[in-house]
């Protein structure tokens, strides 16, 4: 190009606004995902935590709840007992998100239906499964006769971007030519005191109020902080009358979990593990305070005539200033812009963060160019600039094989196991979250290392516990040696992060566990494109979960399964504890400690527990029991020994019926 020619300035100038305009239209998706980002860092990292509406408090399934009551899901005449406090104490409605699809008794459902419908101000949820267009193929929703005691249904979907956040909740979801609204609508309506809602193509009419959304009926959610912003009330308190009645009265309650272990935890802009319920909490929250966020065709407009405006202005300086006096007034500019863009956000629309600051860089970067190849006459290279890299991933086996992404599954041949520490609860109540978080983690982590190299695959944690296993998704002959020899290096593991903790005065973990091989099904369950998660199904894996609960009881540190000890008994010690029955089976399993490797010596008190497991399997009362006073009095903290000392008591004095088999029945999971 000539340097005399007048048209070429302009020209680029065109070209650099051009180029951004058309990624703007065509909504990149590189792009959009930034955009996206800086959605949350105007919440988390700008804006912070607002105080919420003191119409709203939620009533927390908490471990707290769970300690008190027992293991979650519990019976119906909980809530039943929860309904009648709150109706007391004068809420002005409660909404569950939860739902009751099967049946519990028919007395329990219908004392439960009769609590909904005598409060008369309960909203119940359903949930709706998706098509890949996003049209409702199915839903589930709690039993007919309590869901037609309810004051309404509210749908509990959160459909989070592809990023995992949720930023949007669908008010309204048609399904069988209905508009089902979302719970947290509901709750806006209740605490409104609304009863009709008018749906348009842009609005939803509440009353006077008109809750901008987008075609499809979303709604961007304004967030009011971390978890814990809204006033929390344990389950558990309320039920047993801790919670003072006046800090109910007339506040709109929402009902949800809020344990890890639960597993209702979302992502949002402010946290990682947020519960559901807080953002039907949050939607509720935003109708009711008229706190909006706008993402319309105005806003769009704003965004273009931006780009317009910074990027012209860009490439004027870049003409009329050298560069190094230009880039910093550029800088600035853009910055400046950030800054109008977050004011605008607080003022309810969300415009552009990351295009018209674009504009000034792409024309930075063209008018600059052209000033130092052209208008300069340099012969010097320009540096060739970026916004990112991407750096592409190793495709390692399971991604080649196609039949292993896909929904659906395998039979497999496994060895599953599941660990958790030690009073871990009891840990936990008497410790800050922040010292329980960084405890756990490095715990999970030093174990999720050991676990790699026996080359065993973690499935999930819940909460302090860890489920691994080995033998899926590919085929491992010795699945069951590799599981008990990373048992025996996790315990030795423990013990060096014990003497660790030690040294820095902190107190050490102990863990438990239980480990079954057998067969399961193995593969992809979820929804292609949304949510899949490779996982093992089957008795098997039950097996492995019931003996780590048994573990508890025997007092040892891992129960090892028949199967296992069958694989591994020609390397592996073991001693044989009992002969139970988990809940929901009828044919028995032979359950035992892992002790350690056969070449290690055989103390003088195992060898003479299985002497008296044997009188005890005759029925020799005496001689047993004589056998387990010698073991305890040797090893006094023994747990087994004690147990089968007590046996022999009772057995003494009661003895078992002629077809006493010897087997124990587990009466908890």
């Not at 919670?243 to 109910?248: E, G, K």
């Amino acid at each position: 190009m000539h340097r005399n020619s007048r048209a070429a300035p302009f020209l680029f100038a065109f070209v650099s606004v051009f180029i951004v305009i058309a990624l703007y239209y065509n909504q990149n998706s590189f792009l959009e995902a930034f955009e996206a980002k800086t959605y949350d860092l105007r919440f988390r990292d700008l804006r912070g935590a607002i105080p919420p509406s003191a119409d709203i408090a939620i009533v927390a399934i908490d471990d707290k709840s769970i300690a008190e009551l027992g293991r979650f899901p519990w019976t119906r005449t909980q809530y039943v007992r929860l309904i009648e406090r709150l109706t007391t104490a004068g809420a002005k409605a409660l909404l569950v998100d939860a739902f009751f699809p099967e049946r519990e008794t028919a007395s329990i459902d219908r004392a439960f239906a009769a609590a909904v419908r005598k409060a008369g101000n309960v909203d119940l949820a359903v949930v709706f499964d998706f098509d890949e267009q996003l049209r409702v193929k199915s839903s589930t929703h709690t039993l007919p006769e309590i869901e037609k005691a309810a004051a309404g249904i509210g749908h509990i979907n959160l459909l989070p971007e592809d990023d995992g956040v949720n930023r949007r909740n669908k008010l309204l979801i048609e399904a069988d030519g209905k508009l089902v609204p979302s719970l947290g609508l509901l709750g806006a309506m209740a605490a409104l005191g609304e009863k009709q809602f008018v749906p348009g193509p842009f609005d939803i009419g509440l009353g006077k109020r008109h809750i901008p959304v987008e075609g499809n009926y979303s709604m961007w959610i304004n967030y009011t902080g971390k978890p814990g912003n809204y006033p929390r009330y344990s389950f558990t308190d309320i039920v047993h009358g801790r919670a003072d009645p006046a800090l109910l009265k007339d506040k709109v309650i929402f009902l949800g979990a809020t344990a890890l272990g639960i597993y209702d935890m979302r992502v949002t802009p402010f946290d990682k593990n947020s519960p559901g319920v807080e953002i039907h909490a949050t939607v509720a929250d935003d109708i009711i305070s008229e706190r909006f966020i706008r993402h319309t065709g105005l806003e769009a407009l704003f965004d273009m005539a931006l780009i317009v405006v910074l990027g012209l202005v860009t490439f004027y300086l870049t003409m009329r200033l050298r560069l190094h006096v230009a880039i910093p007034a550029v800088f600035l500019l853009s910055s400046g812009y950030v800054w109008l863009s977050y004011w605008i956000f607080l003022q309810g629309h969300w415009v552009s963060m990351i295009y018209p600051p674009m504009a000034a860089m792409v024309a930075l970067s063209i008018g600059g160019s052209f000033r130092y190849l052209v208008l300069d006459r340099s012969a010097r290279e320009m540096r060739t600039m970026f916004s990112s890299y991407l750096s592409p991933k190793l495709v390692d086996r399971l991604e080649k094989e196609h039949e292993v992404v896909r929904i659906g599954g395998d039979n497999k041949v496994v060895t599953v196991l599941f660990t958790d520490i030690k009073g871990f609860t009891t840990f936990s109540e008497s410790r800050s979250p922040q010292e329980v978080v960084t405890r756990l983690n490095e715990y999970l982590g030093t174990m999720v290392q050991v676990i790699d190299r026996f080359d065993g695959t973690v499935d999930k944690f819940i909460g302090d516990g860890i489920m691994f296993y080995w033998g899926a998704p590919f085929a491992q002959p010795d699945h069951a040696k590799l599981a008990v020899a990373c048992v025996l290096e996790m315990k030795k593991e423990m013990e060096r992060l014990n003497a660790k903790w030690a040294v820095e005065g902190l107190e050490p973990f102990s863990i438990r566990g239980g480990a079954q091989s057998g067969d399961v099904v193995a593969g992809n369950v979820g929804s292609l494109g949304k949510k899949m998660e490779y996982t093992l199904i089957g008795d098997t894996v039950n097996q492995a979960a019931r003996l780590e609960s048994a573990a508890k009881y025997y007092g040892v540190d891992f129960l090892i399964g028949e199967s296992t000890y069958l694989l591994t008994r020609d390397i592996y010690r073991y001693r044989e504890l009992d002969k139970i029955r988990v809940v929901g089976k009828q044919i028995p399993v032979t359950i035992y400690e892992l002790l350690g490797a056969l070449s290690e010596p055989l103390e003088k008190w195992i060898a003479k527990f299985d002497e008296a497991l044997k009188f005890y399997r005759a029925r020799r009362w005496e001689d047993a029991r004589k056998s387990f006073v010698f073991i305890l009095d040797e090893k006094p903290e023994d747990r087994p020994s004690k147990i089968y000392f007590e046996r022999c008591e009772h057995y003494i004095k009661n003895p078992p019926p002629e077809k006493w088999d010897g087997v124990i029945n587990r009466s908890d999971k």
